[in-house]
């Protein structure tokens, strides 16, 4: 009975943030984070800043609205604010929006997610930052992510994207959160037309993983 409940509640959350975002996201990644948001907060506030990460910002941003795409509980989005990177924060979770508000009232942040981003206008932003989000996508979906991503961006913009690299199949974690497998490829071939300004992979400091990143400049 408390199973079935908890699957109801999920079922009803992921509801909720479909029709929030105009996007069916795959639905078990989703349910995990509306359903444990606060735990999955407290878990990526509890761990070290990420200063690589910042130092990347810091290199190849430049001033000026910055999108935070999936920002999951916010604190990318107030460290961008607090660093000369005026931001706005999107994410598919009602769940961790709720968080991200809490933390942090003075900031925006709103319901968005990939591939569409809806509501999003095209050309606002100066800067992009998704930080380990399309690896949680479908397959199918991750190249129409990444040309959403670029078609946000003002001409001159600059993307920064990075995904948890899974190899053979997709997998799921305990929490039944999609880890997609994926070439570099195929998110390469949809920025054919931009300026790759870093192209790597490193092992995470918070999750010890492989994750790459790219980094471009829309043209």
Not at 127 to 152: F, K, Q, W
Request: charged share 25%; aromatic share 6%; hydrophobic share 45%.
């Amino acid at each position: 009975m408390e199973r079935g409940v908890i699957r109801e509640r999920r079922s009803r959350i992921t509801l909720r943030s479909i029709q929030a975002t105009g996007t069916p996201m795959d639905d078990s990644t989703l349910a995990a984070y509306d359903a444990a948001a606060a735990a999955f907060a407290e878990d990526w506030h509890e761990q070290p800043p990420p200063e690589d990460l910042h130092a990347l910002i810091r290199r190849f941003f430049q001033p000026g609205l910055t999108a935070d795409i999936g920002c999951g509980s916010g604190r990318e989005v107030a460290w961008l604010d607090a660093n000369g990177f005026p931001a706005i924060g999107y994410d598919a979770s009602e769940g961790l929006l709720e968080q991200a508000r809490a933390r942090y009232p003075g900031l925006r942040f709103e319901a968005a997610a990939l591939p569409e981003l809806a509501g999003i206008a095209d050309a606002g932003f100066d800067n992009v930052l998704c930080e380990t989000v399309i690896m949680h996508l479908g397959r199918d979906a991750i190249a129409p992510s990444v040309r959403r991503l670029m078609g946000i961006l003002k001409p001159g913009g600059v993307l920064y994207v990075s995904w948890r690299v899974t190899d053979g199949a997709d997998i799921r974690d305990k929490h039944g959160r999609l880890y997609a497998a994926f070439d570099k490829s195929l998110v390469l071939e949809q920025l054919a037309a931009a300026t790759l300004l870093l192209d790597e992979a490193v092992v995470s400091a918070s999750s010890g993983k492989k994750v790459h990143r790219i980094v471009a400049r829309k043209p």
